[in-house]
């Protein structure tokens, strides 16, 4: 695609319940990155791939999230047990593993967790 | 760890000015990247501007420019003929060279350009 993909804009839960977040990245891209972004926290992050293995998952808060993607393209981040802390946007971005520094981003999805 | 601070939270401007906003850093690493990423209201994060460490020379795109002072551990951006489409925040953001993984972002500084 032309550009990173993530669906859906905009995401309301209820506490408790779990939420899936796609990223479709630009196509060719073999790393892809989640951020979070909330008032509190600013901009930290998640978890990155190189192909379909995350090398580094230190930066996900909890036991409750979880991220995983497949044939070298798409992935999902997952939140189980939502709580009303992980109310943020949340960033996907790629990159080309030649040009690794520079990484592209999505609109993101906006989670609110009620 | 690395640390990024953005210590203006919030500018304004007028149309066709200049203005520079201020990044500082903290690091024991010799050799990385800084960018600057512009985010408009539409929440995607744009590239800005990007600088290796290892270049002495301060990058420059357009209207952006860069005053990178590494003994400092210094990363202003300047704005020159500031346009209304520049309103956005704006993050300095840190990565270590030759690793490919995560951006340290600052705290961001909102810029509003004022007709």
């Known amino acids: 695609g032309a550009g990173v993909s993530q669906s859906p804009s905009n995401k309301v839960t209820e506490k408790g319940k779990d939420v899936e977040l796609r990223c479709d990245p630009i196509?060719?891209?073999?790393?892809l990155y989640w951020y979070r972004q909330s008032l509190g926290q600013g901009l930290e992050f998640l978890i990155y791939?190189?192909?379909?293995?995350?090398?580094?998952k230190s930066g996900l808060p909890s036991d409750r999230f979880s991220a995983e993607r497949t044939g070298g393209s798409v992935s999902t981040l997952t939140i189980q047990r939502t709580q009303q802390e992980d109310s943020a946007v949340y960033l996907c971005?790629?990159?080309?593993?030649?040009?690794?520094?520079?990484?592209?981003f999505g609109a993101g999805t906006r989670l609110s967790v009620l | 760890a690395q640390t990024v601070t953005q210590s203006q939270p919030e500018m304004s401007v007028q149309e066709a000015e200049t203005v520079t906003l201020s990044c500082t850093y903290d690091?024991?690493?010799?050799?990385?990247?800084l960018f600057w990423y512009k985010q408009p209201p539409s929440r995607q994060m744009i590239l800005v501007i990007r600088?290796?460490?290892?270049?002495?020379q301060n990058a420059t795109e357009n209207r952006f420019s860069v005053n990178f002072q590494k003994a400092a551990k210094s990363f202003s951006l300047k704005i020159s003929d500031s346009q209304l489409g520049d309103t956005a925040m704006y993050f300095c953001?840190?990565?270590?060279?030759?690793?490919?993984?995560?951006?340290?972002f600052g705290g961001g500084t909102r810029l509003m350009v004022k007709p």
């Open positions: 971005a790629s990159s080309r593993v030649l040009a690794k520094n520079i990484q592209y």
């Open positions: 196509s060719g891209h073999t790393a």
């Open positions: 791939f190189q192909g379909n293995s995350a090398p580094d």
């Open positions: 690091t024991s690493e010799s050799n990385y990247y």
């Open positions: 600088q290796e460490a290892y270049k002495q």
């Open positions: 953001a840190f990565m270590k060279y030759n690793a490919g993984n995560m951006l340290t």
